[in-house]
C-alpha cells in the first residue's frame, strides 16, 4: 500500500522542478499571507486565490508533461490563434471602461491578449530555431514583424501594459537570439537620453494642453503622474502617494502581520491585486522585501540555469524568455508601488489575487520544468 | 554530422550563455535599484513616512461644548439644553431620499414643514453626514421606529442636545434665540479669531442675550485624536481633550414679573421695560407680540419664517429697544426736573391757562388737550393735570442746545448701553442735528416753534420705552445712574464660580434734591384722585408715582377736532406711561408703550399698576386688568 502510495507520487511528479516548485510555494505561502492581510474584509477572496493556485498548478503540470518537441509543432498554430483571436476583439470585442479588451465566448469573458504573453516567445523561439543554422539580417526583420503585428493590435484597444509586456517577451527572444549589439546600443542609449528629457523637462511636457504623439490622455496621464504626484493627490497621484507611504512607513522590519495602517484603513488602492506589494512592504519592511527579493532571485537563477543547459535552441530560447518575463512582471510591480516606474496594470508574481496571470506563469513555470526535465532525453 | 557543425553549434551556445549572462547581470542590476530604493524610502526616508502615515490615519475631530443655561434672577431655567430623538438620514447611504422620506411618513409622523427644512438643509449644507428629517420624537415614535429600521438603511435615530426655551414667547425679545452658523456669522468669526472654537459647532446666538452673552455661552470647543480610514469614517478614539461648557447667565429678569407684564398687555401690541432703579438689573423686559424661539432651534421651516415676518403685527421687532416712539406728555416730569434745575421755573410760578398758547409771530395757537384751558396752574400742577400749556410757554423759554445737554443725562437721544443688540438712540434734537438732518437753509435753522412741540413731546423727539424706563430709572434713584442691563452674573459651568457684572454707578446727574422730591411728589399725585391716571392708581397700597402720555400716531393739524372713535384702530394713538414705586425709595421703574392705546390713563396706566402690584405686593391679576383705549386724556 504505502509502495503503491510512494508510485503514484513518484508518477505525479516525475516532471516537477523541485527547485522551482520549492521557491515558487514560498512566494506563494508569503503572498496567501499578504492576502489575507489586504482583503480582510473580504474573505472569500482567500478562498478564491487557493481555487486560483489549484487551476494553475494543474496547467502547470499538465505543461511539464508536454516535451518541448511537442510544443514547437504547436507553436505556430497557437500563435496563429492568438492573433485572429486579437482581431475578434478588434472587431467584434467588448469595451470596459473605454477599452476594447474582453471577448464573450459562450458564458466565459477573456482577454486575448493574455495568450500573446505565452505565444510570442514560443512562436519567435520557433522561427529562430528553423533559421537557427542561417541566421541572417533578414530574419530579424521577420521576427520583428511577428513582434510587431500583435503588439499592434493590443496597443491599439488600448492595453499599454499587456503591449509591453508582449513586445519584452518578444524581444527577449530576439536578445537571446543574438541580434547585434549594433542595433542593441543605439536604441538603449537614444532610449536613455529620452527618458531623462522627459524627466528634466516634465513640468513643460505635461502641461495640459500639450498632446503627445502616439498617446492617450490617460497613459500621458500616468507618465505625469509618475514625475510628479504631487500634481494630483487625490486622483491618479493618490495611488502613487500612498503605496509609497505604505511603503516608506513600514521601516526595516514592518508594522507587522495584519497592522499596517494604510492597508487596513483603506489608504491602498487595489490592495489585493496589483498593489498587493505596498500592503507586504508595510507590514513586512525592508527584512520582508529581501527576502522576496531573493526568493525570485532564486527562481530567476534556476530559470536561467535551465536556460543555459537546455539542449536546442528553441528550448534555451523559450527558457531564457520565460524566465526574463517573469521578472519583468516582478521589477514592473515592484518599481511602479515604489514610485519609479509609471502605473501600469501588472501584477506581482504568484503573490497578487488574480487566476489569469496565475495561470499564464504556472505554464510558463510548466515550460521551464518540462525543458528541465526533457534535455536528457533529446541528447540521448 | 560534421566536426564544423558541432563546432557552430558550440559556438551558438557560448553566444547565447553570453547573453544569457548579460541579461542575469541586467536582473542583478534591477532587484539592486529595486533594493536601494526600498532602503531609501523605508530607512532615509522612514520617519518622514511614518508621519504621513500617522497624518492619514488619525484626525483631530472637534467636540461640541454644551452651551451654556440661562436662568431668571431666582434660578428659573429660561433656555437649557434638551436632548432630543432625531430622525436623521445619511443622504449619501439612500438612493432615492423622495421615496425614502414617503415609506418614513407611514411610520412617523412627517409634516410638510419637516420635508421643507430637511430640503432647506440639504442645500445649505452640502456633503452633510446626517440631517434631521424630523426632531423631537416621542417615545412612542422611536418605538415604533425601531421595529421598523432594518428597512431603512442609512436612516438613523440620533440622541442630540436641543437649546429649548421652556417658557416659549414669555420674554423672547430678552433671550433672543440661536440658529445655524450662517456665512455671515462665518465671516464675523473669523474676523474675530473665534472660528477654530466653532469647528463642529452648528448653532450660534442670533438675538437677544443669547447673541450678546454668545462667547460666555459658547463654552470652549474640545478635540478627540480619532483614526479614520481613508473614506473618513472613525474608527475609534486614540485620546481627547475634553469640552468645557459654556458659563450659565444669572439674568436680572424675574420670570413670574415678566409674565404677569406680558399677559397684562392682552392684545395689545407694545413694550414695557421695568427696572430696579438701584442697580439697572432690567426686570422685565416686554416687545409684543413676542415669537416662540424654539422654532429656530432646529432650523426654522421656511413657511414659520415666512410668517413670521410678514405678519403686520411684526413680531420679531424687539419695541422695546428699537421701536422710537414720540413720549408724549411722560416727558414732562424731565422736562420740569430741567426747568428747576436750570433756573427757567420756580415752584411757585404759575400760569394762566386759557387753553391755548400763542407764540409771538404765529397767528395760530398751539392747543391745551382740554378744551378751556386748567386755569391757574403751577409746576406741581402742571405734571398732575398735565397741562400742556405751561410745557409749550416753559420750551419756548429753554434754548434748545441746553435742553439737549440736560436730557441727554436722562439717557435719551442715545442707547442706553443695555447687553442686548439692536437698541436705538431714539432722537433728542439740537441745532447742530437739525443742521445735519436737513438740506435747505431755512428748514436747517432751530425755530422757538420747533422747541414747543418738544415741550410736550411731539415734534421731532422720539424715544424707546427703554430710554423711558431708563430715564424714570435715574429720576427715581434722585440721579444715580446704573447702565441698564439684563445680565447679573456669569457663572462658570465647572468652578461654579459667579462673576457680577456690575452694577456701579456708571455716572451721576447732578440734580437737587430738593427738585427731585417735588418733581416726584407731583408724580405720585398723578395717579392720586385729580391726577390724570387716578383710576389706575385708586387703592394703591404703595406710593404709586408716574405720569401718563399720548403720541400722535397721525399727524393732526393744530385745532383739528380728534375724534377717536372714527379713526381706524391702527391710526389710534398711542398710549404711554412711565412710572416707579414705592415712590419714597423706588424699587422699581416702568417705561411702557401702548400700541394705538389710546390714552396713557386707559391702557398702559393700567399695566403699571398691574406689574407693581405683582412686584411690590405679590399680588397676582386675578383677570385680565380692563383695558380702556377710549378712556379719556391722561
Not at chain 1, 540555469?305 to 524568455?321: D, K, Q, S
Not at chain 2, 530607512?43 to 504621513?52: E, I, N
Not at chain 2, 416702568?590 to 393700567?606: D, K, R
Amino acid at each position: 500500500m504505502m509502495q503503491l502510495a510512494a508510485r503514484l507520487w513518484d508518477r505525479l511528479t516525475e516532471n516537477i522542478d523541485g527547485t522551482l516548485m520549492l521557491t515558487a510555494v514560498l512566494i506563494l505561502a508569503l503572498g496567501l499571507f499578504t492576502l489575507y492581510s489586504a482583503a480582510y474584509e473580504n474573505p472569500a477572496r482567500l478562498q478564491g486565490q487557493l481555487v486560483n493556485i489549484g487551476v494553475a498548478c494543474t496547467a502547470m503540470w499538465i505543461a511539464a508533461r508536454v516535451p518541448p518537441q511537442t510544443l514547437m509543432r504547436y507553436a505556430v498554430p497557437i500563435y496563429v490563434l492568438g492573433l485572429l483571436l486579437l482581431v475578434a476583439v478588434a472587431l467584434f470585442g467588448e469595451t470596459v471602461n473605454g477599452a476594447r479588451r474582453w471577448l464573450h465566448v459562450g458564458v466565459v469573458r477573456f482577454q486575448p491578449s493574455e495568450i500573446m504573453k505565452i505565444a510570442m516567445p514560443l512562436m519567435l523561439a520557433w522561427y529562430f530555431q528553423r533559421r537557427e543554422a542561417t541566421l541572417q539580417v533578414r530574419d530579424y526583420l521577420v521576427a520583428a514583424l511577428i513582434l510587431a503585428v500583435p503588439a499592434l493590435l493590443i496597443a491599439r484597444q488600448p492595453d499599454l501594459g499587456t503591449a509591453l509586456l508582449v513586445l519584452a517577451a518578444g524581444f527577449y527572444v530576439i536578445f537571446l537570439a543574438g541580434l547585434s549589439w549594433r542595433l542593441i546600443v543605439p536604441v538603449a542609449v537614444l532610449g536613455a537620453i529620452g527618458l531623462v528629457a522627459i524627466i528634466v523637462f516634465e513640468s513643460q511636457i505635461c502641461q495640459p494642453d500639450v498632446v503627445w504623439p502616439g498617446f492617450k490622455a490617460y497613459q500621458k496621464g500616468r507618465v505625469c503622474t509618475l514625475l510628479d504626484p504631487t500634481t494630483d493627490p487625490l486622483g491618479r497621484g493618490f495611488h502613487i502617494i500612498q503605496a509609497t507611504i505604505a511603503v516608506g512607513s513600514g521601516g526595516l522590519t514592518g508594522k507587522g502581520w495584519l497592522e499596517g495602517t494604510q492597508t487596513h484603513l483603506e489608504f491602498i488602492p487595489e490592495r489585493s491585486t496589483d498593489f498587493i506589494f505596498a500592503v507586504f512592504s508595510e507590514e513586512f519592511g525592508l527584512l520582508g522585501n529581501a527576502v522576496l527579493l531573493v526568493l525570485y532571485l532564486l527562481l530567476l537563477g534556476r530559470g536561467f540555469y535551465i536556460a543555459a543547459g537546455a539542449p536546442t535552441f528553441f528550448a534555451r530560447l523559450l527558457a531564457g524568455a520565460i524566465t526574463l518575463i517573469f521578472f519583468t512582471y516582478a521589477f514592473v510591480n515592484m518599481g511602479m508601488v515604489s514610485g519609479i516606474l509609471p502605473v501600469v496594470g501588472v501584477p506581482l508574481p504568484l503573490v497578487s489575487y488574480g487566476g489569469t496571470a496565475l495561470v499564464t506563469l504556472f505554464l510558463g513555470l510548466g515550460i521551464l520544468m518540462s525543458i528541465q526535465k526533457h534535455r536528457k532525453l533529446v541528447q540521448s | 554530422m560534421s566536426y564544423g557543425e558541432f563546432r557552430d553549434l558550440d559556438g551558438d551556445l557560448r553566444r547565447f550563455q553570453v547573453r544569457l549572462g548579460v541579461a542575469g547581470a541586467v536582473v542583478l542590476g534591477a532587484f539592486l535599484v529595486l533594493l536601494g530604493r526600498f532602503a531609501y524610502l523605508q530607512l532615509l526616508q522612514h520617519d518622514y513616512y511614518k508621519t504621513k502615515a500617522e497624518d492619514n490615519r488619525i484626525s483631530i475631530v472637534p467636540v461640541v461644548p454644551n452651551r451654556g443655561l440661562i436662568l431668571d434672577r431666582n434660578g428659573i431655567v429660561l433656555a437649557r439644553n434638551e436632548s432630543q430623538y432625531t430622525l436623521e438620514i445619511n443622504p449619501r447611504q439612500v438612493t432615492n431620499l423622495e421615496q425614502t422620506i414617503n415609506e418614513l411618513a407611514a411610520v412617523v409622523e412627517i409634516l410638510p414643514r419637516d420635508r421643507n427644512r430637511f430640503r432647506k438643509l440639504r442645500q445649505e449644507i452640502k456633503g452633510a453626514d446626517s440631517l434631521p428629517i424630523r426632531t423631537r420624537l416621542s417615545d412612542e415614535e422611536v418605538a415604533r421606529f425601531a421595529a421598523n429600521a432594518y428597512r431603512f438603511p442609512g436612516v438613523e435615530i440620533k440622541a442630540r442636545l436641543f437649546r429649548s426655551y421652556p417658557f416659549g414667547a414669555t420674554a423672547s425679545h430678552a433671550l433672543g434665540y440661536i440658529g445655524r452658523i450662517s456665512d455671515r456669522d462665518l465671516e464675523r468669526l473669523e474676523a474675530d479669531g473665534l472660528i477654530a472654537n466653532y469647528k463642529g459647532s452648528d448653532f450660534i446666538g442670533k438675538s437677544g442675550v443669547e447673541a450678546t452673552y454668545e462667547r460666555e455661552l459658547h463654552g470652549t470647543t474640545g478635540t478627540a485624536q480619532v483614526e479614520i480610514d481613508a473614506g473618513g469614517r472613525g474608527i475609534r478614539t486614540l485620546s481627547s481633550t475634553a469640552p468645557v461648557a459654556g458659563n450659565n447667565l444669572v439674568l436680572t429678569l424675574d420670570i413670574k414679573l415678566q409674565e404677569v407684564a406680558e399677559q397684562a398687555f392682552g392684545k395689545f401690541r407694545g413694550a414695557l421695560v421695568a427696572i430696579d432703579p438701584t442697580t439697572g438689573g432690567v426686570l422685565a423686559f416686554v416687545s409684543r407680540p413676542g415669537y416662540d424661539p424654539n422654532l429656530f432651534v432646529d432650523g426654522i421651516d421656511p413657511q414659520s419664517w415666512q410668517a413670521l415676518n410678514e405678519d403686520e403685527n411684526k413680531p420679531l421687532n424687539n419695541r422695546a429697544l428699537s421701536g422710537a416712539y414720540p413720549p408724549g406728555s411722560t416727558i414732562k416730569p424731565f422736562m420740569a426736573l430741567m426747568a428747576l434745575q436750570l433756573g427757567k421755573r420756580t415752584p411757585e410760578y404759575t400760569i394762566s391757562d386759557p387753553g391755548f398758547y400763542m407764540l409771538a409771530g404765529l397767528a395760530r395757537p398751539f392747543r391745551d388737550w382740554k378744551v378751556g384751558g386748567h386755569g391757574a396752574v403751577n409746576l406741581h400742577k402742571s405734571i398732575v393735570v398735565s397741562c400742556d400749556t405751561y410745557y409749550y410757554g416753559l420750551a419756548a423759554d429753554m434754548d434748545v442746545d441746553q435742553q439737549h445737554a440736560f436730557l441727554s443725562q436722562l439717557g435719551f437721544g442715545s442707547p442706553s448701553g443695555i447687553d442686548i443688540d439692536g437698541e436705538k438712540g431714539g432722537l433728542l434734537p439740537s441745532r447742530e442735528w437739525k443742521k445735519k438732518r436737513f438740506k435747505r437753509p431755512d428748514e436747517q435753522k432751530w425755530y422757538v416753534g420747533d422747541s414747543v412741540s418738544v415741550g410736550i413731546g411731539q415734534g421731532y423727539l422720539l424715544a424707546t420705552p427703554l430710554q423711558l424706563a431708563f430715564a424714570s430709572a435715574i429720576v427715581a434713584n434722585n440721579g444715580i445712574v446704573y447702565r441698564p442691563h439684563v445680565v447679573s452674573q456669569v457663572v462658570d459651568a465647572r468652578s461654579g464660580e459667579a462673576r457680577r457684572i456690575e452694577p456701579q454707578p456708571a455716572r451721576t446727574v447732578a440734580l437737587n434734591q430738593k427738585w427731585v422730591d417735588l418733581v416726584k411728589a407731583a408724580m405720585v399725585d398723578v395717579t392720586r384722585p385729580g391726577g390724570t391716571a387716578a383710576r389706575a392708581g385708586a387703592g394703591a397700597l404703595y406710593k404709586f408715582a408716574g405720569k401718563t402720555g399720548t403720541a400722535q400716531v397721525i399727524a393732526m393739524k393744530q385745532g383739528e377736532k380728534y375724534d377717536e372713535k372714527k379713526v381706524a384702530e391702527r391710526h389710534r394713538d398711542h398710549a404711554l406711561f412711565v412710572a416707579f414705586a414705592p415712590a419714597e425709595n423706588p424699587t422699581i421703574a416702568l417705561g411702557i408703550l401702548v400700541e394705538n392705546g389710546g390714552h396713557g390713563s386707559g391702557t398702559a396706566a393700567p399695566i403699571a399698576r398691574t406689574v407693581l402690584d405683582y412686584y411690590l405686593l405679590g399680588k397676582v391679576p386675578d383677570k385680565k386688568p380692563e383695558l380702556d383705549a377710549d378712556a379719556p386724556e391722561g
